[in-house]
């Protein structure tokens, strides 16, 4: 998730430094973490364990008008998804990062 959604962190090794700076354990709630680790958790965690926590954060975004200017908001209430796959392939294409 961090990730994901901090367009500074690129790389994994870029995870890991970002784990070990000052604020972050504490307003994300994550510890220091090695790389080895976090290379083993592409491979060992199931993603389906990110399912509902990408649903909750997308229906949260979603009720914020705030959040999307009104031409994003009309885009994006045409979206449609069609295949949500993805989220099961990839930890086996974390090799790419």
Known sequence: MLY???PIVTTL???R?????????RLCGVKPTSLGSLSEAARVFDPAALKPIVS???AQAGQSRAAF????EAALAR???VDGSL????PRMAWAL
Not at 87 to 90: K, P
């Open 13 to 15: 090794r870029g995870v």
């Open 56 to 58: 909750e954060q997308a």
């Open 87 to 90: 989220l099961r392939a990839l």
């Open 17 to 25: 430094q970002f784990t070990t700076l000052e604020n972050v354990p």
């Open 79 to 81: 979206l449609i998804a």
């Open 4 to 6: 994901f959604f901090n």
């Open 69 to 72: 200017p009104l031409a994003k």
